[in-house]
């Protein structure tokens, strides 16, 4: 059965199929998730997404994991949240995700956890950019079944309440 839940942990340890990155979208390294994951990766990881060079915000792009116990690393684009109407933000934050799995969904990705998208450095409220990632999680569901499971990796555990509360 197909199933979604919520974990406080680095991205970066899990034991799953694939992760999806909070990069820019010009794809060069960055800081915070994104950093830590082309940290674990190693330096063939930055190498991969600067030959793919560009991904505009809502829209996804994977790679191989290298070093990474997973297998696979999807790349999306939040939108920064000073720089759209609000909701431009909530229409391409939802892109994310949605991209995100479908991307999961062609590659026949069986698990797939994903990192509080644009609530760090994209200063996104995450009391709300939880909801929006449930929603659009939950309309990839409603018409494919892959991923089987589907994870919303937290960093915090007030991050973590927010996301237990918006599955609810
Ligand atoms: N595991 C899980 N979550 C993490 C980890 C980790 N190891 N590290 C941070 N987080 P951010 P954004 C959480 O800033 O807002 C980069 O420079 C973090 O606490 O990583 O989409 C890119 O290159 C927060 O909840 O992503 C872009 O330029 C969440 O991940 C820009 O930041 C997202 O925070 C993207 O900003």
């Known amino acids: 059965m197909q199933g979604v839940s919520v974990v406080k ?4 340890t899990l034991d799953i199929d694939c992760i999806v990155n909070a990069a820019n979208s010009r794809l060069i390294p960055g800081g915070g998730v994104d950093g830590a994951i082309n940290k674990a990766a190693g330096p063939d990881l930055a ?10 915000a809502g829209e996804a792009v994977i790679t191989p994991g290298f070093k990474l116990r997973a297998r696979h690393v999807i790349h999306t684009v939040a939108p920064v949240f000073a720089q759209h109407k609000e909701a431009d933000v909530w229409r391409l934050l939802a892109n994310c995700y949605k991209n995100s799995l479908a ?4 590659h026949d990705i069986a698990s797939i956890a994903f990192p509080s998208l644009g609530t760090g450095v994209y200063g996104i409220p995450v009391e709300r950019a939880c909801n929006v990632a449930v929603a659009a999680t939950r309309d990839h569901m409603r018409g494919s079944r892959v991923p089987a499971e589907i994870v919303f990796c937290c960093f915090s555990a007030g991050d973590a309440a927010l996301y237990q509360e918006a599955l609810r």
Request: charge should be positive.
């Open 103 to 106: 991307l999961a969904s062609k």
């Open 9 to 12: 942990a680095d991205i970066t």
């Open 47 to 56: 190498k991969a997404m600067m030959a793919i060079g560009r991904c505009p």
